[in-house]
């Protein structure tokens, strides 16, 4: 069965400094992977998306994902994180051509500044 | 894209009560989905739901406690059944479009 693995429950950094949210996943063929963020009160916005073709994929807000298949992770960084970045992050797997997903247990990241 | 209606929002409800929480796209789509996001936690999947056929139902959920309707390629219903305190949580309709999931606002439940 499909799973997504979230390693960091919260992470805290600082305003300006870069991120790296970690997700792992097991999937028996090529997956649909995503990305979601979820603001307090907020539904969830879909960050970005990979399918296939370039490993490294850009996506809103400056966020940017690396598929690597060998270690079976798909990380989110964003170079300098700004306070209203303050949110859950979802990382997700796709069944059903990327309509069904498998959510991973999601990272709380707390911007001090 | 797909743009999702969910409604209510949100509500308060007595336990042993039920709920039907509706979600109309604006698009006609093959498969809908429900998923639940207990308070902390992350979204688990209730059921799958395709127009003309039975819901498919996760493990761990039972169609007696969350009855869905699927009447039309735009529309579906999911009802919380007998409700305790612990169905107190965030249901939330998707649809896919391509290769992609679009998801409502989602309700957020409170059973008291």
């Known amino acids: 069965a499909q799973s997504v693995t979230q390693p960091d429950i919260h992470i805290t950094v600082s305003e300006g400094a870069s991120l790296e949210l970690r997700c792992n996943y097991s999937?028996?063929?090529?997956?649909?992977l995503f990305w979601y963020v979820q603001s307090p009160g907020q539904g969830l916005q879909l960050l970005l998306k990979?399918?296939?073709?370039?490993?490294l994929v850009q996506g809103i807000k400056g966020f940017e994902a690396e598929f690597k298949r060998s270690q079976s992770s798909f990380n989110l960084r964003k170079p300098s994180v700004h306070w209203s970045d303050a949110a859950e992050y979802f990382c997700?797997?796709?069944?059903?051509?990327?309509?069904?997903?498998?959510f991973g247990a999601g990272t709380i990241l707390r911007v001090k500044s | 894209s797909a743009v999702i209606s969910q409604k209510p929002s949100r509500d308060i409800c007595q336990r042993g009560t039920s709920l039907t929480i509706q979600c109309q796209v604006d698009?006609?789509?093959?498969?809908m989905f429900w998923y639940r996001q207990q308070p902390g936690q992350s979204l688990t999947l209730i059921a799958t739901?395709?127009?003309?056929?039975?819901?498919?139902?996760e493990s761990g959920f039972v169609i007696d406690k969350f009855p869905i309707s699927r009447p039309n390629l735009t529309f579906s219903t999911l009802t919380v059944s007998n409700m305790s305190p612990e169905d107190s949580s965030i249901y939330l309709c998707?649809?896919?479009?391509?290769?992609?999931?679009?998801f409502g606002q989602g309700t957020r439940l409170t059973v008291v």
């Open positions: 990979y399918f296939s073709g370039d490993t």
């Open positions: 739901a395709n127009q003309g056929s039975e819901a498919t139902y």
């Open positions: 997700a797997v796709g069944e059903l051509s990327g309509n069904k997903l498998v």
């Open positions: 998707s649809v896919g479009a391509g290769r992609e999931a679009f």
């Open positions: 698009s006609q789509v093959t498969m």
């Open positions: 999937y028996g063929a090529t997956p649909y």
